[in-house]
């Protein structure tokens, strides 16, 4: 079996590094807070203190980190450490500039450029999608990996410097950021126009225009619950990466609009919440202090 190195075991990381550690590889996770990594201890996993420990002599590496910077500044470590013909696997969305900064710090090793698409629900069963670049030549490697990971993985290019994969992981995200903020909008509307906004779900129920998520979020809101599957915070992080990969070469009039309100959310407190949470952008209710 396979010997990973797992750096960052948050929201989606510790699922993920669980599966791996259930289907028999040998996993050594890291993560900033020491902590969230101890979680994996039961399902077997060996909790390192830096990513060059976790990394020493590893095949692979599974990069799992909120940003590019983090990304870059725990898998530069990690990498000086690994196997010499060892592969780079970077999961998390960290933007077409980010994956630039990997390939710069990546050393001997080869990347693979494997956004998913998914929150922790999907993370857990084993369901996401793994959108994935990279040469022919280590494929057999780790689709045996995105196997356990995801139901599908889509191929986009042997190239990892093109970041086709994170391109269009960027793109499905703005769909998803747009739903996610017209569920939270429409039902703070519904409320505003005195409408039960549970008859507004009833009433899309069916319809051409219906969606599963509009009923996922739309249910969380109505519920006040806010568990994060995929936060506030890193919601915005996500839209700033959208609006830096296109810059001014096409006007995203909608996307900004749900940057500002994913913004203006984490503004009033609700950064740590469920992206469901960008309801409260409309109303301008406060959360508690983060």
Known sequence: MTTIAFLGTGTMGAPMARRLLGAGHQVRVWNRTRAKAQQLEASGAAVADSPGEAARGADVLITMLLDAESTVAAGSAAAAELADDAVWVQMGTIGVDGIGQVLAAAGGATVV??????????AEQGNLVVLAAGPHSVRPRVQPLFDVLGNRTLWLGEDAARAAATRLKLAVNNWVLALNNAVGETIALARALGTDPQQFLEAIE????????????????????????????AASKDA??????????????????VRNRLQRAVHLGHGAKDMAAVYFASTGEAGKSQ
């Open 206 to 233: 069916g319809t051409g225009v219906d969606s599963p998520y509009a009923h996922l979020k739309g249910a969380a809101i109505l519920n006040e619950d806010y568990a994060p599957s995929f936060s506030v915070s």
């Open 240 to 257: 700033q990466l959208i609006s830096a990969a296109v810059g001014e070469d096409v006007r995203l009039d909608a996307a900004e609009a």
């Open 113 to 122: 450029d494997a956004p998913v698409l998914g929150t922790k629900g999907p």
